[in-house]
């Protein structure tokens, strides 16, 4: 254990000295995940820009290092063993907007979702209200095609820019583009840079208006004063997973400090010292009544993210 630690140290200082962001070692992924759940990432790195991320995959790939891009980790359970290699957190770079004349809103992969809403509401500009209260970035709404209330963002996407290793950078438009219920389909080893947005021209307190109400709805109908993933499974057709999940009779249940929301059956909740083996433990056993006496095999929503012990 020692000796892979001071591995990764080494590695650490390496790549500290040929980008501008931080590097960290070994840090504690519940500081980095919405959950508060989460092992030990032996390295996390801080972009700055699109160069400093392009340098990290790059040293990554040559250093055998398994790697992944994080973002808000809104969406994400980290297992209590970590993440033996990089995570490349865009929470401190990526983070530009651009307002066009034309109604059009570039915004890089790492902007939080309730920046670019406020820029947009004060720009008078109309589309991306339904994010309201999603605790997320750019990138990360993108790549789970995030949404609310029939909307979604693949609906209102123009392009999408993506970094890939060794290819480089480059663009997609709408129809190059797939997106499904919750997913966007990305290609091995395919970034997020950034995404294009069309929106339409309307009166900011209209705005405001309508983001206020969003966010009224998600205090009456989801445990907000708890930490979570947000909704923990897909709604498969023509019902809902919190529905299926009230009927199991297991609204409430309990593992430890994972519970699942009194407020909201598809929400697990950390009532303050849950372990992701909880959570875990609590998606098995709603997978499994499910399918047994409904007939129903919920898919996850949320990822789950390191090493097993299993």
Known sequence: MKSRNKDFE?????????????????VLMKRFTTFRIGGICELMVFPKNLEDLTRSVEFCENQGLTWKILGKGSNLLVRDEGWDGALINLQEGLNAVEIKDSGEVRAEAGVRLSHLLKLCQ???????????????????AIKMNAGAEGWELGKIIKSVEFYRHPEGS???????????YRHFELKD?????????????????????????????????QPVTFPSAGSV?????GTYAG???????????RVG???????HANFIINRGRAKAAQVLELVQLIQERAKREKG??????IEVVGKSND
């Open 170 to 180: 480059y663009l997609r438009t709408r129809k190059e583009l797939k997106f499904d």
């Open 257 to 263: 400090d994972a519970q699942v929301s009194e407020v």
């Open 243 to 253: 529905k299926i999940i009230e009927e199991l009779g297991l609204k409430g249940h």
């Open 122 to 140: 004060d720009a008078g500009l109309s589309g991306l209200e339904f994010c309201a209260g999603i605790p997320g970035t750019v990138g990360g």
């Open 296 to 301: 129903i095999a919920l898919e996850l929503e």
């Open 10 to 26: 080494k590695l650490g200082q390496k790549l500290k000295r040929q980008i501008s962001g931080r590097v960290e070692e070994r």
């Open 233 to 237: 499974f897909k709604n498969p057709p």
């Open 189 to 221: 080893g395919e970034i997020i840079v950034a995404g294009e947005f069309e929106l339409a021209q309307s009166d900011s307190r209209s705005i405001r208006s309508r983001i206020l109400n969003y966010l009224k709805r998600r205090r009456m109908t």
